[in-house]
């Protein structure tokens, strides 16, 4: 079987033919590639994985019967199929490193992946790929995904980082409630108002358990009221392969020891029972992880309160930034103004859903944790003196001294008042580039800094000016990213995971963080979509002015 690279090389082969950036001709691929990408249980491509080694393995949830279809499925895939030891009520109730392999939970309806070797329906890949979906019309497949993300709820604790094993200690970005509008807004997703009333009444106490997840008190950023990213696990995560990683982390703290946060203890390459047993409680369990015992180097190990960072920022999605410490290595440590404008918007949502619903005392409710949320917000990572929103280091009891992209984010769920949303699109020059918004001004060559740019910063960006009247400023954006996708396209015949703002195209060069930048790509096929429609809008606008002029 193909590879799903060369597939989307051979299907744009002719394409890439032309230097000339075609807005039509990068249509014509994202409408191949959501096939090209959708997955199902019924897919042996989708049980395969190349983050971790040994024989795929399926899992059921505890309460689902094997069936004679699953059953075949794993015969003709050559296939464990398994399921759970027990049910799970929350997030985090199994852990992962007891179970016998690591392998992909099942899910009930087709999905699309986000590209190459993420074979896998991510957390916050998948609202921006079913904001696309639903722009292309694609209607069944969107609702599909937003079933598949209840589904994980229901049967594996919330929504998941991706739906592998490995994952079931850690959600993503809770855009769960915003997939659920998506659809709920599109007409064509329900054959009439009960049917659309069924679904959200079923949906409903689902995504009010997920939201349950952010105010437990692991993800509680102190006392302030609002939440921070925390996985429940411990130690190197499962999914790397090898040491190499952390080895790298390692390095460069040692050639950069004022930057240190603390992260690096003195300890043995090969230490004896007594010093594994100090290191299980201050850095890792080397007897029982492979790449916990191989994370050592020039006489250093990497503390525990590292590897909860660093799990944390994974389940942030900005993995890496230097942003909340080296590597992101103190993401738990700081309430973000990301997660807690999504939070608000949930709560938005939730408020909205139960009033569809009737249940106008669960509103009120709803609308009070907002409300407290934004209080918060405005107290903790409203910085006026800057004119923008700061993530705030609730450890320490600082914010943060640089700006991020997450700044935008209040103005995309509706948090920021007019002037604060004033302020914040006065600092565009922070982040404008030639290709679009950059994630800072700090070019650590990390992921997720400067000088590169991704798909759901900037739509969420766009989506926030435009929301508050900006419109100049959403569609000049909107042209930027949209046509450094075109000009990517133009090069290689591809759609990419990230880009280089500087530049306006996909060179991109990574010093931490994944160093190829992956084919696809489901979140960039989707945010060019919705952007289109922001740039069509502005188009349908300026032809009655000419048609004026010209009538003059």
Known sequence: MKTLTALLFSASAATAMSATPNPAKTRVYIDKAWTTLTRSMDDCAALADTKVAGHPVLYLPAKLPMSTRLAEVGKRCGVDVRTLPRAIDRLGDIDATRLPAQGVLYLPHPYVVPGGFFNEMYGWDSYFIVLGLVADQRTTLARNMVDNALFEVEHYGGVLNANRTYYLSRSQ?????????????????????????????????????????????????????????????????????????????IKWLRAHPSEDPGYLIKAMEHPDEAEAARLKQASCDVRASKVCAGSWLDGYRLTADYYHGDRAMRESGFDTNAHFGPFGGSTHHYAGVGLNSLLYRYERDLHDFALQLGKVGEAERWTK???????????????????????????????????????????????????????????????????????????????????FGWAPTNWLAVSGLDRYGFHDDAQRIAGKFAATVDRGFADDGTIREKYNMALGNADVKVSAGYSQNVIGFGWTNGVYLKLQGILHHADAKAVPAAATVNAK
């Open 173 to 249: 970005p809770p855009f769960l409630s915003a997939m659920m509008v998506a659809v709920l807004d599109d007409p064509a997703s329900f054959p009439d108002a009960e049917a659309r009333r069924a679904w959200l009444a079923r949906a409903y106490p689902l995504a009010v358990r997920n939201h349950d997840i952010w105010t437990r008190p692991e993800h509680r950023a102190g006392d302030t009221g609002l939440a921070r990213y925390y996985d429940l696990g411990s130690g190197p995560v499962l999914e790397a392969r090898d040491s190499e990683y952390y080895r790298g982390v």
């Open 369 to 451: 944790a907002a409300d407290a949320r934004k209080a918060a917000m405005d107290r903790y990572l409203w910085r006026p003196q800057s004119g923008m929103y700061r993530d705030y280091d609730f450890v320490a009891g600082k914010s943060s001294p640089w700006p991020y992209i997450t700044t935008f984010y209040p103005l995309w769920a509706g948090a920021a008042s007019t002037p604060q949303a004033a302020a914040v699109r006065g600092k565009l020059a922070i982040f404008e580039r030639k290709g679009g918004l950059s994630m800072d001004n700090r070019p650590a060559g990390v992921q997720w800094g400067d000088p």
